[in-house]
């Protein structure tokens, strides 16, 4: 227990009260130590997830119908409509690292997740505003017979303004919210520990139920026309969450920022580089640095193999010995083992992180190309039409019932066959990412078998090619239900994976790595449809994805993805066969306890 714990017990118990302290370094908003009782859990966890869906609910309120807006509103064609929603798509996650440098290394958590969520309404708001008062021209366009008339350069520019607004704020906040979640969670304590691993299948969960109200609800209104009325459903849900996110702050835990790490990673590199000629030590003769540094803004990590180069910079030379004599210790030329650690951490990821990016291609498709072909399916029942963005609902669906049975069936499974008594010890986060893999090239497989028969029963001489195919919409739901189940084995364990093996002053830069695979995975799908319509749009050909997809061959698009999944997943096997578990020093008697389970 902390000194600052101590004597806050001290003075709690002149009260005739006991009081403990968490162990893992929370604080209170004041700084003071987290209280175990009055502080965190689930209490501050459901809040969190209810302003996670509400969030979400107010971002796929935009972002599910993006494809649609850009075509019917502002007049893009199918090509141009999914590389634009590709590249908002990725800008929202890459602004996650935005989000996440200030929130390690200035802001913290709570202040970065605030900030970001006003951004995030202003946007919401300033959309809404832009499309009832100067987008949606004639009155009543938009919807799948009336087309909007020209817009000006200024409208076009304040769409895209509010538009990109909207991507910094989602952005921004989206990973901190994340970590600041599991924060709430000591996982010094075994009890709380538990309920850690379990918040970010719940997060996620939580995620997925916010969009299936925009994606059922408010989708409707939107396909038929009434954008301005979604937007502003969209803004109100999003600022809903800001003020549920601020009532919960007496309750939450914080940890403090711990400086910019780019420049604890420049000195590692400066001064292993300086070293370049010395011999390495054996593990004892590293610097560990003194005891009252923290360097890393956390727990001390332990030595290990590989990156050998990088260890020279805790090699404490004769310069060095004379320096630390002096009292004078030179940051560039002598860093703590742990510091160097901290690098290695992140090289480490950064393989395991590449290997998810072909995955985010085949994601994407969902919010683009899905759509498309949806809508030139039959999308009615009797006198009722099914908006092609809606069938998403079946992705959510498929989220909720694997995390259901991964959580009560698979685990439980596993921990049986592993004859482990860890309550964690079913399959690996690496493992599920790999599984999450797998399904993917299902799920592309499935898309490009119903494109097939979407194009054996179409018309060709349609004009805008909506409904021109007689198959019914619903074959479309074995494709968003693979979908659906590779999110829950890719995204949550990725989300578990990246938060538990990033150091501990880096929380939330491992939640943007996952958003930045997102992020890439979309502009590299924006790639892959330039360059397929650059090479099959020759001799007068129309290409793979054509305004009129029933002249084109979505399908070879949807087999290609499958394919280059497969190779992705032969790389990842052996990136996740090549990893090393990060090691913490009060860490080494559990992963021996873990390593007695037997197979």
């Known amino acids: 227990m902390s000194m600052a714990c101590l004597e806050l017990s001290k003075e709690v118990k002149l009260k005739g009260e006991d009081v403990e302290c968490t162990k893992d370094g929370s604080v209170d908003l004041k700084g003071n130590p987290a209280i175990r009782e009055t502080s965190g859990k689930w209490v501050a966890g459901i809040v969190i997830l209810l302003n996670q869906a509400l969030a979400t609910l107010a971002f796929f309120g935009v972002g599910v119908n993006m494809v649609l807006f850009l075509t019917r509103v502002m007049k893009e064609n199918n090509a141009d409509a999914a590389n634009s929603v590709s590249k908002w798509t990725g800008t929202v996650y890459i602004c996650s690292l935005v989000g996440a440098f200030l929130s390690d290394s200035y802001w913290g958590r709570f202040k970065t997740c605030a900030i970001f969520q006003v951004i995030y309404v202003t946007g919401l708001s300033l959309l809404a505003l832009a499309s009832q008062l100067y987008l949606l021209k004639p009155k009543g366009c938009g919807n799948r017979t009336t087309l909007c008339g020209e817009h000006s350069t200024m409208e076009v520019g304040l769409f895209y303004v509010s538009v990109y607004m909207i991507a910094l704020g989602y952005g921004g906040y989206q990973p901190n919210i994340a970590t600041f979640g599991a924060d709430q969670f000591d996982e010094q304590n075994p009890g709380e520990c538990s309920s850690k691993v ?92 003194e005891d009252d540094e923290d360097t890393t803004g956390g727990r001390k990590m332990l030595h290990t193999h590989g990156f050998k180069f990088l260890d020279r910079a805790a090699v404490v030379t004769s310069k060095e010995l004379e320096s630390q004599k002096q009292g004078d210790h030179n940051p560039w030329r002598l860093c703590p083992i742990s510091q160097v650690e901290e690098v290695k951490c992140i090289l480490r990821l950064l393989p395991i992180w590449l290997c998810t990016i072909i995955y985010s291609v085949v994601f994407t498709q969902m919010a683009s190309l899905f759509v498309e072909q949806g809508d030139a399916m039959k ?62 090239v299902m799920a592309m497989l499935s898309s490009g078998i119903v494109e097939c028969y979407r194009l054996k029963y179409a018309s060709n001489d349609c004009k805008h090619c909506e409904g021109s195919s007689s198959l019914n919409i619903f074959w479309q739901v074995p494709q968003y239900a693979f979908i659906g189940a590779s999110e829950v084995f890719m ?10 093996q990033a150091p501990d002053g880096l929380k939330s830069f491992g939640s943007a790595l996952c958003m930045t695979s997102i992020s890439l995975g979309n502009y590299v799908s924006s790639f892959l449809v330039s360059i397929v319509m650059k ?30 999944t497969l190779l992705d997943l032969v790389a990842y096997i052996a990136c996740a066969k090549w990893y090393k578990n990060i090691k913490h020093s009060e860490k080494i008697q559990e992963h021996e306890e873990e390593d007695k389970c037997e197979v």
């Open 198 to 289: 379990a918040f970010f299948s719940y997060f996620y969960l939580f995620m997925n139920l916010g969009s299936l109200f925009s994606n059922t609800i408010l989708d409707y209104f939107e396909d038929e026309g009434m954008w301005a009325l979604g937007f502003w459903g969209s803004a109100a849900s999003a600022f809903a969450a800001l003020i549920l996110f601020l009532g919960g702050t007496a309750r939450y835990r914080h940890f403090k920022s711990s400086g910019n790490p780019l420049s604890r990673f420049g000195q590692v590199l400066v001064a292993a580089t300086k070293k370049g000629k010395v011999e390495e030590p054996e593990y004892e003769d590293f610097y560990q640095g």
């Open 535 to 564: 090479i099959s749009a020759t001799d007068n050909m129309p290409g793979w994805i054509p305004g009129n997809l029933n002249k084109g061959h979505l399908d070879r698009f949807y087999f290609l993805l499958a394919g280059l």
């Open 491 to 500: 995204y949550v364990a990725q989300l578990e994976f990246f938060n538990a």
């Open 379 to 440: 999308t009615t029942i009797a006198n009722f039409r099914i908006p092609a963005a809606s069938m998403s609902t079946f992705d959510i669906l498929s989220v909720a019932g694997v995390i259901f049975l991964n959580r009560r069936v698979l685990n439980p499974l596993v921990k049986r066959f592993k004859k482990c008594k860890d309550d964690d010890a079913g399959l690996t986060e690496l493992q599920r990412m790999g599984i999450g893999l797998v399904i993917a």
